[in-house]
T-cell receptor, first 115, second 113 residues
Framework: NAGVTQTPKFQVLKTGQSMTLQCAQD?????MYWYRQDPGMGLRLIYYSASEGTTDKGEVPNGYNVSRLNKREFSLRLESAAPSQTSVYFCASSIGLAGDPGTQYFGPGTRLLVL | AQSVTQLDSQVPVFEEAPVELRCNYSSSVSVYLFWYVQYPNQGLQLLLKYLSGSTLVKGINGFEAEFNKSQTSFHLRKPSVHISDTAEYFC???????????FGKGTKLTVNP
């Protein structure tokens, strides 16, 4: 039982390059999330998916797109990376509102540096 | 809009001393409150949560928190800390009907020998 997995662990991009961050969970959770963590800023929600086929913007969605490919997988895409997107990205999942509200399970994170 | 304020960005303490990490929330409607912990180079994990009922909530690793509605606070306490408690701690708020959480900016707890 791996929980929430993220790939890659580290990535260096040049400004303007694109990339996709992958996330998968094996807990049969309904909801999935993408956050970014910056020093002194805490965690900020980028996008959220309440179920397969649905996505919703969070606090800082600009410059990102997401895909909820199936119940297990939720990917985050940077179409044209900018230095302001240098951050640590966390994927998380939760069972859903009817289950255990607020308990989210986090992946180990992806460290992204945009030069 | 919801907001969570963690009053201290860094808290240094000596081993076996008590510690309190402070958190204030903003919502005036039904609220869920959480503390998450992040050990170095790891993701976050749930420490404890308040959904309803008793205002004193006990979590893992000897931590507890008290929900105080009149002061809109949810402070985290531990009577005696260990070196292994060195981590960053995040307070978070959720609201009934939504799964989204709003996180505070975090408090770095450093336990010194």
């Amino acid at each position: 039982n791996a929980g929430v997995t993220q790939t890659p662990k580290f990535q260096v991009l040049k400004t303007g390059q694109s990339m996709t961050l992958q996330c998968a969970q094996d807990m049969n959770h309904n909801s999935m999330y993408w956050y970014r963590q910056d020093p002194g800023m805490g965690l900020r929600l980028i996008y959220y998916s309440a179920s397969e086929g649905t996505t919703d913007k969070g606090e800082v969605p600009n410059g990102y797109n997401v895909s909820r490919l199936n119940k297990r997988e939720f990917s985050l895409r940077l179409e044209s990376a900018a230095p302001s997107q240098t951050s640590v990205y966390f994927c998380a999942s939760s069972i859903g509102l009817a289950g255990d509200p607020g308990t989210q399970y986090f992946g180990p994170g992806t460290r992204l540096l945009v030069l | 809009a919801q907001s969570v304020t963690q009053l201290d960005s860094q808290v240094p303490v000596f081993e076996e001393a008590p510690v309190e990490l402070r958190c204030n929330y903003s919502s005036s409607v039904s609220v869920y409150l959480f503390w998450y912990v992040q050990y170095p180079n790891q993701g976050l994990q749930l420490l404890l949560k308040y959904l309803s009922g008793s205002t004193l909530v006990k979590g893992i690793n000897g931590f507890e928190a008290e929900f105080n509605k009149s002061q809109t606070s949810f402070h985290l306490r531990k009577p005696s800390v260990h070196i292994s408690d060195t981590a960053e701690y995040f307070c978070a708020e959720g609201q009934g009907g939504s799964e989204k959480l709003v996180f505070g900016k975090g408090t770095k707890l450093t336990v010194n020998p």
